[in-house]
């Protein structure tokens, strides 16, 4: 299995630019999870889809955040226009869909830079 | 609102030394508790997790118990190695079945040879 997987792994842009990040999750997991790491706040959740639908965007910074899942294979998390707070970590993760609190696989993260 | 707090890092040890990285929590239910971890430059991994209290979950050395009564879910190793060096994560999620994990600050450590 080729695990979750995210592009960009590093971005770099300027403030005001538009910035899409991608995911891909595991092959046959229905959850898909975005989080933002940073070193002041740490790992927060920042929206979550059951079924490419979304469950809960509380986390969501501001209406400059959006994010969709078109079909189960892929998900983007959008930032337009950005701004340098927003430089961190941004991590994509999976996992099935079960009655319990199941594991969420993590990908490798895309490092923003917004200058 | 529910919240994790770990023990302030970075902690640095000698291989073979005995590791204990603290974590607590606040919950109002029943929460499943979860410690990740994270190695340079990757996303993080699930090490081990308990879902009730006096569960211990345990995993590659690592073990950890789910004391309701204290309110915590130490991570312990025996003899830590440099491959061990990595952040650690202590999270919850709410409820049992709950999707969302709030996750502590994280603690680094580097295990010197």
């Known amino acids: 299995d080729a695990g979750v997987i995210q592009s960009p792994r590093h971005e770099v842009t300027e403030m005001g630019q538009e910035v899409t990040l991608r995911c891909k999750p595991i092959?046959?997991?229905?959850?898909l999870f975005w989080y933002r790491q940073t070193m002041m706040r740490g790992l927060e959740l920042l929206i979550y889809f059951n079924n490419n639908v979304p469950i809960d965007d509380s986390g969501m910074p501001e209406d400059r955040f959006s994010a969709k899942m078109p079909n189960a294979s892929f998900s983007t998390l959008k930032i337009q226009p950005s701004e340098p707070r927003d430089s961190a970590v941004y991590f994509c993760?999976?996992?099935?869909?079960?009655?319990?609190?199941?594991?969420?696989?993590f990908g490798p993260g895309t490092r923003l830079t917004v200058l | 609102g529910d919240s994790v707090t770990q023990m302030e890092g970075p902690v640095t040890l000698s291989e073979e030394a005995f590791l204990t990285i603290n974590c607590t929590y606040t919950?109002?239910?029943?929460?499943?508790l979860f410690w990740y971890v994270q190695y340079p430059g990757e996303g993080l991994q699930l090490l081990l997790k308990?879902?009730?209290?006096?569960d211990k979950g345990s995993n590659k050395g690592f073990e950890a118990t789910y004391r309701k009564e204290t309110t915590s879910f130490h991570l312990e190793k025996g003899s830590v190695q440099v491959s061990d060096s990595a952040v650690y994560f202590c999270a919850l999620s709410d409820r049992q079945g709950a999707q969302k994990l709030v996750f502590g600050q994280g603690t680094r450590l580097t295990i010197n040879p």
């Open positions: 919950a109002t239910g029943y929460p499943s």
């Open positions: 308990a879902t009730k209290a006096d």
């Open positions: 993760a999976s996992s099935r869909l079960a009655g319990g609190t199941d594991t969420q696989y």
């Open positions: 092959s046959g997991h229905n959850s």
